[in-house]
């Protein structure tokens, strides 16, 4: 009996913690679902620049994801257990899902070369990031993966904070800036204008309806709960582990509303 309640314990002290940082966070959320750059994409043309500026979140999503995977488990040769096995299961599974998912086709692939394929088929400006990968893979520096890609400034701010929340490697703040700041907050008014589109337009538009699609239904949900779990598991009963965690999930969304206004710059000055 004591066991048990112990445990009945640690876990409602666990969900009360998870309770409030998601409150905490809620108006910073809120003001992700309710950005203006939502309103004004109202055309194709808008459409494009909004992904030439996400598919940077997207991709540092991944190299995210991938950093947590590297602290949770043995990616080294020769192998030894790390952590606990519980942690491994989440991060594995998690990975697996969003670096070889399925596309239209029923391609195996990641969400950034879905997004990729849904930016060539829109007709969104794919070169950008192509020429920051390249450079990054040559071994240039971040800086002048940038400048050879003319990156726009509040998407270099937004990868800048996800690659020092990667340097850190902390794993309890990584995962809680992925498990809370990097949710695409995706609202209803935006699927629908996509959903609008794609009746017009399904030559240019279907890859990327079905990338949202996809990600509501595996991110959106399963994900979200194994990272909660995660997230639950490395922070424990450490206070200043969860208030950490709060802290960088705070400023993870305030650089994501950062890169909206920049998307949304850019499309009204389009428009002007």
Not at 69 to 84: E, K
Not at 145 to 154: L, S, W
Request: some cysteine; overall charge negative; proline content about 3%.
């Amino acid at each position: 009996m004591y066991t048990f309640a112990f445990f009945t314990t640690m876990e409602n002290t666990t969900n009360t913690t998870l309770e409030r940082i998601q409150e905490h966070i809620e108006p910073l959320r809120q003001e992700i679902i309710q950005h203006k750059v939502y309103g004004v994409i109202n055309d194709l043309e808008d459409l494009r620049i909004f992904m030439e500026y996400h598919i940077y979140a997207v991709w540092d999503f991944m190299s995210l994801l991938k950093a947590l995977q590297i602290n949770l488990t043995c990616t080294s040769i020769p192998w030894f257990p790390v952590g606990s096995g519980n942690t491994r299961a989440l991060i594995n599974e998690i990975v697996a899902g969003e670096e070889s998912d399925v596309d239209a086709e029923g391609i195996k692939k990641s969400h950034f070369e879905m997004y990729l394929d849904a930016m060539q088929q829109c007709g969104a400006d794919t070169k950008p990031i192509a020429l920051f990968l390249d450079a990054l893979k040559s071994g240039e520096t971040m800086n002048a993966a940038y400048q050879a890609a003319g990156t726009p400034v509040e998407a270099r701010d937004f990868v800048d904070f996800t690659f020092q929340v990667i340097r850190e490697q902390q794993a309890h703040i990584q995962a809680s800036t992925f498990t809370f700041g990097r949710e695409d907050l995706i609202p209803n008014m935006f699927l629908t204008m996509v959903n609008d589109l794609n009746q017009k337009f399904p030559d240019q538009i279907s890859l990327f309806k079905y990338y949202l699609d996809r990600h509501i239904e595996v991110d959106g949900d399963h994900h979200s709960h194994l990272s909660l779990e995660m997230t639950a598991e490395l922070c424990g009963d450490h206070e200043a582990h969860w208030l950490a965690a709060e802290e960088m999930s705070m400023e993870s969304l305030r650089k994501r509303i950062r890169l909206w206004d920049g998307a949304y710059q850019a499309i009204m000055s389009r428009k002007a």
